[in-house]
Each structure stands twice: as C-alpha cells, then as structure tokens.
C-alpha cells in the first residue's frame, strides 16, 4: 500500500507523547496527556488493518500470522530484558510469577503480582493485548462476506462494550476487552472504509480538525479536565480524520525524519522505558532540574527505540520475512 505521510507523521508524533508522558512521570514532572499518544495509535491501527485488507486480501490466518510476526518478537525480546533485570535486582519492585510471564508472552491480559495492575510484565505491552484482540476477532470478520465485514465488526465491539456495561465485570480477562476503549479501533476501520471511497472532508474542514483536536488534548492537560476513552478517543478520531483529509488533498508536505520516526514507533513504544529507567536512576542524586531530567531522558528513549529499530526490528522482520518466503516457495517439479 502507498505510504500514507500524514499516518506515518501521527505515528511519530504519538510514539513521542508517549516518550514524554513516561519521562516526565519519572522524573517527578506531570505531562499526562502524552498518554494519548495509544489512543491515537488504536485508531491509526484499525485505519491501517482495514485499508490493507480491503486492498491486499489475505486469508484469516495469513493475516493474524503476519500480525503476530510483526509485533511480537521485539516484544518477546524487551520482556526478556525485563524479566533478566528483575532477576538480577535491577528492578527490586518488580515481583514475578510462571503465570503473569507467561501471561505476557501470550497476550493474556493478567493483574501485575507487582501493584495489582493488570498490566504485563513490560508495562507498555497493556496496549498489544487490546492490540492482539483486535487482530482475532478482525481476522474472523474476515471469514465474512466482503459486504458484512465492517457492520460484523462494529457489531461485535459495540456488543463487547454493552457486556461490559450490563455485567460489570472484575476479571482481567473481561475488564480488558469490554472497556470502550476498543471502539476506537473500530473507528479507526471506518475511517479506512471512508478513505478508500473517498469520502473525507476537504483541505480546510481537514485542517480545522486537526486544530481543533490538538486544542481538545491541551485543555485537558492545562484544565485538568476527564481524562480517559471517552474524551480522548473522539479527538484522535478527529485528528486521524483530519491528517488523512489534508493528506488527501494533495498538501501534506513529504517531512522526512518524521516518516522515519514513524516507522521506527513501534520500538521506540517497546523501548524507551529502559533508557528513561537508566537515565533517571543516574541523576536522582545530582541538582538537576525535573523539566531537564525529563527532556534528557525522552531523547535517550527515543535514540534507543531507533537503535532497536535498526538493530533488532528491522533485521528480525527481514529474517521472518525470508524464512516465510522459503517455506511459502512451492517445491519444485
């Protein structure tokens, strides 16, 4: 599929409000609208996961064997480190148990033995098992006629979300996949459905929205307004709908280092956390300023997530690539 700048940019930037949300947490600063940043990233997901496959069809199973060969090496990789670290002492808070690593490698959403949280054992891998749970019931929709698709998607997520209403449940398991917070994947295919026939706004009803949502996410950071889904999930729709709007009137400039930062996002969301750990634990005893702690370490976040980048992600994916090629090659004659 061409690359679309506009996602690739929301990416980037996203990826970065996240780095910033997380040093600024630990180095005693406040910016928690960076957490926003993985709302913008579902919608982009389900943006991306449906234009893709109405584009390029793939078989159910194609489908979530290639998600699963993207996303989780390098996260294996990362909660392998974590895992080692607390072994060793250098994360002394961290408790571990068979059940919860194992719970982590497979996506299963579980309570942390560490504070109760039902967060893996790297912290940011909470987002891979919405993630992960959007790929499954995706690839089943697959199973339907082209024409059911969308409205069999919608359908499921909305009956997910009224469940988690109606029952209110307390495992982890249910908690997780009946928060409202999976709707916005769901939004983000509409989003597909609309690009790929053409109806988006206009240049200026575009840019409008990108502004408009960009004001949405500072005032709650400066009035201290609600914070969750529900107030950040219709403003990164709106900034999705916005950047793909401009982007589709032909006046989205082409910025390169923010395209490669989008491609690069994914392991700067898996790593960062380390370098920020590191960076934090070297200056807790030196009279530096919180605001300086915070930017020094969001620079080391993301300069490990681009080495990670080009170190690990990208060769691990050429690798799989490769091996899927070879066993996909038919036999000879």
Not at 43 to 68: A, H, K, N, Y
Not at 157 to 170: H, K, R, T
Not at 238 to 247: D, I, K
């Amino acid at each position: 599929m061409k690359t679309l700048y506009g996602i690739q940019y929301l990416r980037a930037l996203a990826a970065l409000a996240v780095v910033l949300f997380h040093a600024t947490e630990r180095s005693g600063g406040h910016f928690r609208i960076g957490a926003a940043g993985v709302d913008v990233f579902f919608v982009i997901s389900g943006f991306i996961m449906w234009t893709m496959s109405e584009r390029r069809p793939v078989t159910p199973l194609r489908f979530v064997l290639d998600r699963l060969q993207r996303i989780a090496p390098s996260y294996w990789i990362v909660t392998a480190i974590m895992i080692g670290g607390a072994v060793v002492g250098l994360f002394p808070n961290m408790k571990l148990t068979a059940s919860h690593i194992f719970g982590s490698l497979l996506f299963i959403p579980l309570r942390s033995p560490s504070n109760g949280e039902i967060w893996p054992v790297l912290v940011q891998g909470w987002t891979l098992n919405f993630e992960m749970f959007f790929y499954v019931i995706f690839a089943a929709c697959l199973f339907l006629p082209r024409r059911l698709r969308l409205g069999g998607l919608i359908g499921v997520f909305i009956a997910f979300v009224i469940a988690g209403v109606i029952i209110d449940p307390q495992s982890a398991l249910l908690m997780t996949y009946t928060r409202p917070i999976i709707l916005e994947f769901v939004a983000g295919a509409v989003l597909g459905q609309f690009w790929l026939k053409g109806n988006v706004a206009g240049f200026a009803l575009g840019l409008a929205l990108i502004i408009a949502s960009i004001a949405g996410f500072a005032a709650i950071e400066v009035l201290g307004l609600e914070f969750n889904e529900l107030t950040c999930g219709p403003l990164a729709v709106a900034l999705v709908l916005g950047m793909v709007s401009v982007e589709r009137s032909g006046r989205l400039p082409e910025i390169a280092p923010l395209t490669y930062l989008g491609n690069a996002s994914y392991s700067i969301y898996l790593w960062h956390t380390l370098a920020i750990s590191v960076i934090v634990k070297l200056v807790a005893t030196m009279p530096i300023p919180s605001d300086v702690v915070a930017f020094i370490a969001m620079i080391s976040g993301t300069l490990l997530g681009v080495f990670a980048y080009e170190l690990v992600e990208k060769p691990l994916r050429n690798l799989l690539r490769n091996f899927s090629w070879r066993r996909a090659r038919p036999s000879p004659a």
